[in-house]
């Protein structure tokens, strides 16, 4: 240090500059021959052939070495992995799981596999058909089953069925009829079928009207967000492999973007980089995300609107990081669907759609606020380029040349006339219409909250989604009460732990709004004689959810749930006699029949 004070003393500001960097550098390479002899010296008395063998085995061992230490998933989680693989692999441990997993199990058994009254289990094909008047019975009594058309009308369920008011009834008897229509149509065979043909052409050129589009914009009907966000993902993949040559790429995402991108991931085997929201405002970090991109990744999303909390993330400003280091952008508006256009409308949305520069896919579902029938949704590109990274075509099949838009190969026919019935039926001023009702009930739920003590919102509500929580008492307290007492059907969040409602047309019937908040204020007065209490039940399993550090037991707890969603209900002592009756009066033997009497089943004749 003393020779370099020295060297600078009287130069120029410039002079003493280029001096400080030409003696760094003597010094540096001086540093790097030392080295280079000291390795020479080591490597004297070994053989070419060793001295290659040394160097390969090094970097085998360097290469595994940094495989090692930088995964996608970080060296942490790795390790947290790891170490509570072993303490379940211990016996003791193991057989405590065990245990539990089937306490847990029994109990779900308990609250989802009622039987069903006046509905008998079928486990095997009837030996006979079943006549249409029985049928349609039959129908009619699983569709009883939980009451949902009750709960619908009377505005109590969150989501789930976007339809309602005095649209209803007349739309639901359209979509009976494009049924009758189209029931056995499939637009894999456009020669059989160019009407389906035709409306799924016009199903996107309607949605993408909405967006902003420019002269290019195109895009595909899928069966739903899921395949939309799916089929973005194997879009960005393989425009990674082609135009970059990228072999496995990484999209990076915030915390609050929906399970569908980790699902899409996992199937294609990109990496997904999660990046926290901001914790004040709930939107995605862009300068956080911005550090996560490297080399290898493809794509950036956010959510106009997201899923939890019903905030839009900065689209511009996640835009510009990817126009500005060539990367696709996609935006979820799943939710936000046919509401978000007329809110940017209005002026109280910024700019999110085609409008932004960068914004390269929208993925929208129609079978939400579009009001089209389930398992229909949109995926618009900004053009043609990135969607034929969409496509796939196999051209050596000996059953000829396939190709396909998306990943089903035959999809309803049905379901694309239903979809289209929905947008002719509303039109541009009908969903306009329904935003305005939609919005206002939603912000008047919101403006109710805001004033009610010991509750807070999460965020003001951009289109439909109210969330909520409480500093005072444990908001999962509400669950029981709100949802079983009360009946209505709310969304339970975690991290942190809220509730939200997505307000929907059945929300904007008149004392709706006012029957939601006035319960919720009874709930909360109830809970607060006691805050300090613990929540019980189902609310006692979403909080221990949130506080388990080991995640893949939730995912055992999420098995399992699953598992028992796919069996079948016993049956009610009510129904056998009323079955068996059924039976011998018709000369059917149904599927319950046949497993109870096999040497009758064996004897009959095809």
Excluded at 301 to 320: K, N, R, T, W
Excluded at 322 to 327: E, L
Excluded at 440 to 462: C, F, N, S, Y
Aim: net charge positive; charged share 20%.
């Amino acid at each position: 240090m003393d020779g370099i004070v020295s060297s600078v003393r009287g130069l120029t500001a410039e002079q003493a500059l280029n001096t400080v960097r030409s003696i760094t550098l003597e010094k540096v390479f001086a540093h790097v021959d030392a080295t280079r002899s000291q390795i020479n010296q080591m490597l004297a008395g070994m053989e070419p052939l060793q001295v290659a063998v040394l160097a390969v085995c090094l970097y085998i061992v360097l290469s595994a070495l940094w495989e090692f230490l930088f995964q996608e998933e970080s060296l942490w989680q790795r390790s947290k992995k790891s170490f509570f693989s072993f303490v379940k692999s211990l016996p003791v441990v193991r057989g405590i799981v065990q245990r539990e997993m089937k306490k847990y199990e029994a109990m779900v058994e308990r609250d989802m596999l009622k039987p069903m009254p006046g509905v008998q289990p079928h486990l095997r094909l009837p030996t006979r058909g079943t006549c249409p008047k029985e049928l349609r019975a039959m129908l009619t009594k699983l569709g009883e089953q939980g009451a949902p058309a009750a709960r619908v009308k009377e505005g109590r369920v969150s989501g789930t069925i976007y339809v309602g008011g005095d649209s209803y009834e007349e739309l639901t008897a359209l979509q009976v009829h494009a049924y009758t229509q189209f029931a056995w149509a499939n637009p894999l065979h456009t020669s059989v079928f160019p009407g389906v043909q035709r409306m799924e052409a016009e199903i996107v050129a309607m949605t993408a009207s909405l967006f902003h589009p420019g002269p290019d914009t195109c895009g595909s009907v899928t069966t739903g967000g899921t395949e939309s966000i799916f089929m973005a993902l194997k879009a960005y993949r393989d425009w990674g492999r082609a135009v970059r040559g990228i072999s496995r790429g990484n999209v990076v995402v915030p915390r609050t973007a929906h399970p569908a991108f980790h699902k899409a991931a996992n199937y294609l085997g990109l990496a997904l980089r999660i990046v926290a929201e901001d914790p004040r405002s709930l939107r995605a970090n862009v300068k956080a995300m911005a550090r996560q991109i490297d080399s290898n990744t493809v794509a950036l999303v956010g959510s106009c609107v997201q899923y939890p909390h019903g905030v839009a993330d900065d689209i511009e400003a996640l835009a510009a990081v990817a126009q500005q280091r060539g990367i696709g952008l996609h935006v979820d508006s799943c939710l936000g669907s046919f509401l978000v256009p007329f809110v940017r409308e209005a002026g109280d949305l910024a700019p999110f759609d085609f409008e932004v520069p960068g914004v390269t896919s929208i993925s929208v579902d129609t079978h939400k606020f579009g009001m089209a029938p389930k398992g229909s949704s949109v995926l618009l590109w900004r053009d043609r380029a990135w969607r034929r990274h969409q496509f796939f075509a196999s051209t050596d099949w000996p059953g000829g040349v396939y190709g396909t838009v998306v990943a089903g190969g035959s999809r309803s026919g049905a379901v694309l006339a239903g979809t289209w019935t929905s947008l002719m039926y509303f039109g541009r001023d009908g969903y306009k219409k329904n935003c305005n009702r939609i919005v206002e009930v939603t912000r008047r739920i919101a403006d109710g909250i805001e004033k009610m003590p010991h509750v807070q919102l999460m965020a003001r509500p951009v289109t439909s989604v109210v969330a909520f929580t409480s500093r005072d008492f444990d908001i999962n307290r509400l669950v029981h009460p709100l949802t079983v007492e009360c009946g209505w059907d709310v969304n339970v969040l975690q991290f942190p732990a809220a509730m939200h409602l997505c307000c929907t047309l059945a929300h904007t019937t008149p004392g709706v709004a006012q029957r939601f908040l006035d319960d919720l204020q009874k709930c909360v007065t109830e809970l607060m004689r006691n805050p300090k209490a613990k929540a019980e039940g189902a609310g006692a399993m979403y909080g221990m959810s949130q506080s388990v550090p080991d995640r893949s037991a939730i995912q055992e707890v999420v098995s399992a749930f699953l598992d028992t969603m796919l069996k079948v209900q016993p049956t009610c002592p009510e129904n056998v006699s009323a079955a068996a009756a059924t039976d011998k009066s018709n000369g059917h033997t149904n599927g319950h029949t046949a497993s109870r009497n096999p040497k009758k089943s064996r004897k009959t004749k095809l």
